[in-house]
């Protein structure tokens, strides 16, 4: 993180102002040679994919970027990601969340922008990430799989003239069940787990399979604390989908044209998708060579 944050250092508070400024500075790297020092400084330049998939998956660092559109479960396959590869999983929804609830300068103006499904500007999420990324480099990170950044081609090419995304996976699930699955999200409004009460078993027909996605329900502990997020309504997570189609599509094709794109289609549930998912990526889960050895 270090040419970034050198970046952002001085970053005051998160007004507008400063955020245009953080912005700025972020911006400015993408036109200069930071993103090539950035690589070097953390080591992992000239290295070939196939050298380093022969080192233990936890020193690779990994710089990955998750998309998909809103409930497709970017956030459940980066966080057991982020697990498999020691490196922070870092969700720029999470960041306006925290932001929105520590009642903040920006709070009221976020809350407004996320009620009603848009998109928060450039300068704020990139203001939020930065200040992110620089408390991660002092607790000594490295490496990081961002979901729900970038969302814009703007923000798609600011973090390309910053450092160097080695891959980026884009979820893909049918809408129909989309929908169904962020209206069934609930949240542990004690422990901030995430649980999804919907249970998804649609019929294959006429050449097209069916799909299966079990219910995640909560323990019992949690089963009466459970929360749902305010924009997770019908109105706002069809507008969420619609601005998805509008404005982050063409992120999937700026990193396509630049071939960092894998397209995964989920199968089903978890049960189902985690395996797969690690397949592609050439991953194994030392948890399940565990579980299936015993
Ligand atoms: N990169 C981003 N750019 C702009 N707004 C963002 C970004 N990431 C998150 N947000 C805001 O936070 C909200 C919640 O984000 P997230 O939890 O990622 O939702 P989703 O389930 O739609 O993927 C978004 O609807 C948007 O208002």
Same mark, same amino acid.
């Not at 953080?22 to 994919?49: D, L, N, Q």
């Not at 103006?109 to 939020?128: M, R, T």
């Not at 999937?252 to 071939?259: A, C, Q, S, V």
């Given at each position: ?10 970053? &005051? /508070?998160? *007004?507008?102002?400063? +955020? $245009?400024? #953080? %912005?700025?500075?972020?911006?400015? &790297? /993408?036109? *200069?040679?930071?993103? +090539? $020092?950035? #690589? %070097? ?15 233990d998956p936890r020193s690779w660092n990994v710089q990955w970027v998750f998309l998909g559109c809103p409930g497709v479960g970017k956030g ?82 600011i973090l390309e003239g910053v450092t160097d995304i080695d891959l980026v996976i884009n979820l893909k699930l049918r809408e129909d069940v ?117």
């Amino acid at each position: 993180m270090a040419i970034l944050n050198r970046l952002m250092r001085g970053r &005051a /508070a998160a *007004s507008a102002a400063a +955020a $245009a400024a #953080a %912005a700025r500075r972020f911006a400015a &790297a /993408a036109s *200069s040679e930071v993103g +090539a $020092a950035f #690589a %070097a400084s953390v080591g992992r330049e000239g290295e070939t994919a196939e050298r380093r998939t022969k080192r233990d998956p936890r020193s690779w660092n990994v710089q990955w970027v998750f998309l998909g559109c809103p409930g497709v479960g970017k956030g459940t396959y980066a966080s057991r990601l982020s697990h498999l590869l020691g490196v922070p999983h870092i969700a720029t929804g999470d960041l306006v969340r925290e932001e929105l609830a520590s009642s903040g300068p920006l709070a009221k103006e976020l809350a407004e922008i996320v009620n009603q499904g848009k998109l928060v500007s450039d300068e704020i999420i990139i203001s939020l990430l930065s200040k992110r990324l620089e408390d991660g480099e002092a607790k000594g990170e490295s490496g990081f799989i961002l979901d729900g950044f970038p969302r814009t081609i703007r923000q798609a090419e600011i973090l390309e003239g910053v450092t160097d995304i080695d891959l980026v996976i884009n979820l893909k699930l049918r809408e129909d069940v989309l929908l169904t699955k962020c209206l069934g999200r609930r949240i542990c409004s004690q422990c901030g787990g995430n649980f999804n009460v919907a249970s998804i078993d649609i019929k294959g027909e006429n050449g097209t399979p069916g799909i299966y996605m079990a219910p995640l329900l909560p323990p019992p502990q949690c089963a009466s604390k459970l929360i749902t997020r305010s924009d997770d309504t019908e109105k706002v997570v069809k507008e969420r989908l619609r601005v998805y189609h509008d404005l982050s599509e063409p992120v999937e094709e700026f990193y396509g044209r630049r071939g960092k794109l894998l397209e995964f289609e989920l199968p089903g549930g978890i049960p189902e998708s985690w395996p797969k998912l690690l397949q592609a990526l050439n991953l194994e889960d030392p948890d399940d060579k565990q579980s299936a050895a015993a």
